[in-house]
């Protein structure tokens, strides 16, 4: 019988991801709903790795503290094993101290053909055979390479996530962020929009090769978010080619394909300085957006701000059929008053106000289209909230 034992504080923190990740196809994906335990002799020395699928994303940890049966001079042991089961057991198994020694044995692959114990607990396991389990992607010959602090890029594709479309048929590139690198430069640009809202903001990245343009799926921003930094100094390396993504951090190595559709060319909406309306505190615009949120239109939760350049406030009023649901004033620092009310969506405008992270917020209107830009004081990021036809 063949095992591997481990610290319980790894067994949890490593295996926990990967049988996530085993079990986030709700569909039955056979060989997919299994999580992979590999063994190999890497360079002279034993190695262990933990590795998941779903089909379109995968994810391969390296095991750095563990023991073992297998023969360094012996053929490479591997198993599958329930991918629902383990994520069970991971979860039981929280009780423990972070040293107990978690044993994963298996015999052949079959039903509870494989056993994880601790202490004097037992429990059994599915297993199945890993030949069966397909080769995760390789990168063409031609990619491109760059890196980045992964503190800032979670940061910025965490904001950049809430105006990505949901399952978007007609154009799938909506359903992820664009990301484009310019090596001379040294920076990449990320854009995420739904058709009604746009996310923009650039990084500057700290090594970089090949220009790309690229759409990520959000099943991969989800992915990128569950890295644990400890220092924001530490840098996540991606590599690219026109069909997949490699994501590199410590001892984890995350692939996952691209969405293949074209992303719609979005720079023309930034190409002309806004008409800056008001600058006013982040805190209480975001503090008075989430009072009103309580009395809206759930079907179309519309508000309008009636800036005032004489009394230099902003008067916030949620609307359903002409009639008015909720109030509220905040002092604002108007330097131009425009014409009409500016009538928006709540929570679109509620977001891109939260992603300001600056003590000062900007709102300036398109002069022409008439959108609503949002930014912050002296940051990169900037939100475009379309108008509500009133």
């Given amino acids: 019988m063949s095992f591997i034992k481990l610290p319980c504080a790894d067994f949890i923190s490593i295996l926990n991801p990967i049988a996530r990740l085993a079990c986030s196809n709700k569909k039955s994906n056979g060989v997919f709903e299994f999580a992979r335990i590999l063994i190999t002799n890497k360079g002279g020395k034993l190695a262990a790795y933990a590795s998941a699928s779903n089909g379109g994303q995968s994810m391969a940890r390296r095991i750095e503290n563990f023991e073992s049966d297998i023969d360094m001079l012996g053929e490479d042991k591997e198993v599958l094993l329930s991918g629902e089961k383990l994520l069970s057991i991971v979860s039981a198994y929280t009780s423990f101290d972070a040293n107990e020694p978690v044993k994963i044995s298996w015999d052949d692959f079959s039903e509870n053909g494989g056993l994880i114990t601790a202490k004097r607990s037992k429990m059994k396991i599915d297993t199945a055979d890993p030949s069966a389990y397909p080769a995760p992607p390789k990168l063409s010959a031609e990619h491109s390479v760059l890196t980045i602090p992964l503190k800032r890029l979670q940061d910025v594709l965490v904001q950049a996530r809430g105006s990505v479309a ?225």
């Avoid at 484009?180 to 996310?199: E, M, P, Q």
């Avoid at 069909?243 to 293949?260: H, V």
């Avoid at 006013?280 to 009636?306: F, H, N, T, V, Y």
């Avoid at 600056?358 to 008439?370: C, F, L, V």
């Fill in 166 to 390: 949901v399952n978007n048929s007609t154009r799938p590139a909506l359903n992820g962020v664009n990301i484009k690198l310019n090596c001379s430069a040294k920076v990449i640009s990320l854009t995420a929009t739904d058709g009604y809202r746009v996310y923009d903001n650039k990084l500057d990245v700290t090594n970089s090769k090949n220009d790309f343009n690229i759409v990520i799926p959000t099943k991969l921003i989800d992915m990128i978010q569950g890295l644990k930094v400890s220092d924001a100094s530490e840098l996540v390396r991606l590599r690219c080619d026109t069909n997949s993504c490699e994501i590199t951090f410590k001892s984890t190595l995350i692939r996952s394909q691209l969405l293949d559709n074209k992303f719609p060319d979005l720079s023309e909406l930034f190409l002309n300085e806004p008409e800056w309306l008001m600058d006013l505190e982040q805190k209480d615009m975001a503090d008075a957006l989430g009072r009103l949120s309580a009395a809206i239109d759930k079907r179309l939760p519309a508000i309008e701000l009636l800036i005032d350049d004489t009394t230099q406030e902003t008067h916030l009023r949620t609307v359903q059929g002409g009639k008015t649901l909720g109030e509220d004033y905040l002092k604002s620092k108007v330097t131009l008053k425009p014409e009409n009310a500016l009538s928006v969506n709540l929570n679109f405008l509620m977001q891109a106000v939260a992603n300001v992270t600056s003590k000062i917020a900007r709102i300036g209107q398109h002069p022409k289209d008439k959108y609503l830009v949002i930014q912050g004081e002296n940051e990169t990021s900037r939100m475009i909230v379309l108008p509500l036809r009133t």
